[in-house]
């Protein structure tokens, strides 16, 4: 099964509407259906952007997919500040980061809450994007299978193939994210390789086959295509260098 390349834009706390509107613009420009035939293209703005973004994906008839970079896991009520995956959907939202690295560090979001939130996504007809990854202290123990299979089986348990199986996973060393440091190309595959391998263990070889896992942290125009030459990486989390619609466009044609 061939599975298609998946090149994903996280602008994290960046761009007012107005900046997020000329992005897409310009990232639409340097793109042509040649790129969309071969990578799936997504944009994940904040929250005040989507809108914007979806409106303007949908005027000039962009192929450009629409993602949220975190949700709440219940569909309305008192939770003051909060964003329903509903109303995600609604907007035109086809994605949605759950478990992000700096929301696991700074926000609280615990394997439980991103268990719920993947949950959740799913109920609503999108597809979750799960983070996870080491610290540079895990590395260094030795203990990133441990860590990271801990991460993707809290997140999954008790979810079959058919429910949990159209998911995306994003491999994100916690200590290659916004350093400038990347995994080399060896250490993304092997622990994008152990995280297939767990997805076949619980859910059998055809999902694991199928689902994409990307690779995140300082992903950038000079390293991708190193990082992409490898068989079990379907794609990129791609933070700073998403916010150049001229890197970006280098990065989804990583394969000119
Ligand atoms: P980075 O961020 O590309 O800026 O390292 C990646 C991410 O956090 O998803």
Redesign the pocket.
């Known amino acids: 099964m061939t599975r298609k390349d998946l090149m994903a834009g996280?602008w994290k706390m960046n761009t007012s509407h107005l900046e997020a509107i000329q992005m897409v613009q310009k990232l639409g420009y340097r793109l042509d259906p040649a790129d969309y035939d071969r990578v799936e293209v997504l944009v994940c703005p904040p929250f005040t952007a989507l809108r914007s973004v979806q409106t303007v994906i949908e005027t000039d008839y962009l192929p450009i997919a629409l993602g949220a970079q975190n949700c709440h896991w219940e569909e309305a009520g008192a939770y003051t500040g909060e964003i329903s995956p509903t109303m995600l959907a609604k907007l035109g939202v086809s994605y949605v980061i759950v478990g992000?690295s700096?929301r696991r560090q700074m926000f609280g979001d615990d394997d439980g809450a991103v268990a719920k939130k993947l949950r959740a996504v799913l109920g609503a007809g999108m597809t979750p994007i799960l983070a996870l990854g080491e610290t540079l202290d895990q590395r260094e123990a030795a203990v990133i299978e441990e860590i990271i299979g801990g991460q993707l089986h809290a997140a999954l348990d008790g979810l079959d193939a058919e429910t949990g199986g159209g998911l995306v996973v994003a491999y994100?060393p916690i200590w290659?994210?916004?350093t400038g440091r990347t995994a080399s190309d060896e250490q993304a595959a092997e622990a994008v390789g152990f995280l297939r391998g767990l997805i076949r263990e619980s859910w059998g070889e055809a999902t694991a086959d199928s689902t994409r896992i990307l690779y995140?942290?300082?992903?950038n125009p000079g390293n991708v295509a190193g990082l992409m030459a490898k068989r079990d990486i379907d794609g990129g989390?791609?933070?700073?260098?998403a916010l150049d619609p001229d890197k970006f466009a280098a990065m989804i044609r990583y394969y000119k």
Do not use: K
Not at 237 to 241: N, P, Q
């Open positions: 996280n992000h700096e994100e290659a994210i916004g995140g942290g300082s992903m989390l791609i933070g700073g260098a």
